[in-house]
């Protein structure tokens, strides 16, 4: 079986990837504003350091994005994004947080945009403020839920947009939770769809990884999947995905799982220490590289998470040895 799915990293490389086809899908008043002909800059690790000593909480992806105003006026903004996974009473206070930090850091102009990937139509945080003997504090941010799509499924079917593919993948996963035969279904749909879209073989193979890395199914279950799909495109003559190319799928994943599990750790606590990055860097089991992020994300020190490795690779049979 599988284990819990790990949405964060997948939304990482998907925003990375997408980002004006995000906004285009889920904020385009903010694609229409943005020059893109003067092009983007992810601002990750200046974020980090803003935020570093801030309660997180627990979210899914955040990115902090420079881009041009298109009015001619030679201006740059800031674009930052939370894509939230489940409900969290804190978040617009967060959400405001992180903006007036930001502002401070680089003294612009910050718009601040959230995503809502969980599963509770009602909840739909969109400001934070206060108000007292004449002082008075409001902060909106508009959102998007990712639930609302199921409404517009066949409009997600019908769209070019490549980030289509990640909400409908989004939220397939989080219908099938816990039904693998369902799963494997959903999983070939959204493969067969991408065929259908017209993509570059380039674009397959990215959203490939998207869909293969959240919608995990079971050693036999994805063996008779990839049979399948490969059935398809003999028949179809077109051989997207090579045995090589599937196999640099996994290891990309593998790889990306390390990188966010030490990612995780330096953004907590400053560090990894080296004997933690080569026990991590060894690891090449996907499931255990996802217990290991959330534990970087929730422990409180090095020293705890030392220990929940070392039981964790005691525990596995993983082989520590082998790289992926």
């Not at 385009?28 to 800059?41: C, I, K, L, N, S």
């Not at 930090?101 to 910050?110: C, G, L, Q, T």
């Not at 494997?184 to 990215?206: C, D, F, V």
Request: charged share 25%; with cysteine.
């Amino acid at each position: 079986m599988t284990g819990p799915t790990d949405y964060d990293s997948p939304w990482k490389e998907a925003l990375e990837l997408y980002f004006p086809e995000f906004l285009a899908l889920c904020f385009p008043e903010v694609f229409a504003g943005v020059d893109w002909t003067r092009g983007y800059e992810f601002l990750d690790k200046e974020l980090q350091k803003i935020t570093r000593d801030a309660e997180l909480g627990r979210r899914l992806a955040d990115k902090l994005v420079k881009v041009w105003l298109g009015d001619g006026s030679e201006t740059w903004l800031l674009v930052h994004i939370e894509v939230q996974g489940q409900v969290d009473t804190e978040f617009a206070r967060r959400m405001y947080t992180y903006q007036y930090r930001i502002y401070d850091h680089y003294a612009r102009e910050v718009v601040s945009l959230a995503v809502l990937g969980d599963e509770t139509p009602a909840w739909r945080p969109t400001e934070f403020g206060f108000a007292r003997w004449g002082c008075e504090l409001c902060f909106r941010f508009p959102i998007v839920k990712l639930l609302d799509y199921r409404q517009n499924w066949a409009i997600l079917e019908a769209s070019p947009n490549p980030f289509a593919v990640v909400v409908m993948a989004h939220l397939k996963t989080q219908e099938t939770a816990g039904a693998m035969e369902q799963r494997a279904a959903a999983k070939r749909e959204l493969i067969r769809g991408l065929y259908a879209r017209g993509y570059t073989r380039q674009k397959i193979l990215q959203l490939l990884h998207f869909i293969d890395w959240l919608l995990a199914l079971p050693v036999e279950l994805e063996q008779a999947l990839w049979y399948e799909i490969q059935q398809q495109e003999e028949v179809q003559r077109m051989p997207y995905v090579t045995s090589f190319e599937r196999l640099a799928i996994q290891k990309g994943i593998v790889n990306r799982g390390r990188e966010d599990v030490l990612d995780a750790l330096e953004t907590r606590f400053a560090a990894a220490p080296e004997p933690i990055e080569q026990r991590v860097n060894q690891i090449a089991d996907e499931q255990l590289l996802k217990s290991l992020l959330r534990q970087a994300i929730l422990v409180k020190s090095l020293e705890d998470f030392a220990r929940f490795l070392d039981e964790a690779l005691a525990e596995s049979s993983v082989e520590v040895g082998a790289e992926a």
